[in-house]
């Protein structure tokens, strides 16, 4: 796995060991930032589920001024800090070792707001849910702040109805998917 493109191009990255993490193929990651690079200077990216730090340490290599990374297990957070160290591009970036949604908490007390949300986690869990639910309910998203979640294909997202987001685009892939969304009420930047 490696860096695609701006900064950090060409360097290759380390994964976490196991099958805990499921790293984007340079495939996925070049289509997906294909669609977010016009949004990506200056942005403040938020990275949830980060794994080994590649979609986050991508952002910061294209443009995004700002990173934070959100991981809790151990071993994988040790990669993110290699990576960011080896890239160069950790004076950019936060890491926080908690959980998704005790982030969103521990990021609106420290009064972070995000440009860009990007969440990949564990498929078929459920999560998706949960999160962007806790997403609507913070202050750490604008109302143009675009919502990016990777989950398999099978997953529904029909509980959107019962949320303030909208989906703005879907990528679909051989086992997995982009779904784009935005939230219709938040504050102005």
Not at 6 to 14: P, V
Request: proline share 3%.
């Amino acid at each position: 796995m490696r860096v695609i493109a701006g900064k950090a191009r060409r360097l290759n990255l380390k994964t976490p060991q196991g099958y805990d993490t499921r790293p984007t193929t340079d495939k996925i990651k070049e289509t997906l930032f294909n669609i977010l690079n016009p949004y990506l200077a200056d942005a403040d990216f938020l990275d949830l589920f980060s794994g080994s730090g590649a979609i986050g340490i991508e952002a910061l290599s294209r443009g995004a001024k700002y990173a934070a990374f959100v991981e809790n297990d151990r071993a994988a957070l040790e990669c993110i800090k290699s990576n960011l160290k080896y890239t160069k591009l950790d004076s950019l970036a936060e890491l926080y070792s908690i959980g998704a949604l005790e982030a969103i908490k521990a990021l609106e007390i420290n009064g972070k707001v995000f440009d860009i949300v990007f969440m990949d986690p564990p498929y078929n869990s459920g999560l998706e849910r949960d999160v962007l639910l806790a997403l609507q309910s913070s202050n750490i998203i604008y109302c143009d702040t675009i919502v990016v979640v990777e989950a398999s294909k099978q997953t529904s997202f029909d509980f959107l109805t019962d949320t303030n987001f909208r989906q703005i685009r879907k990528k679909e892939y051989k086992s997995n998917q982009h779904v784009f969304l935005e939230i219709c009420t938040k504050r102005q930047k």
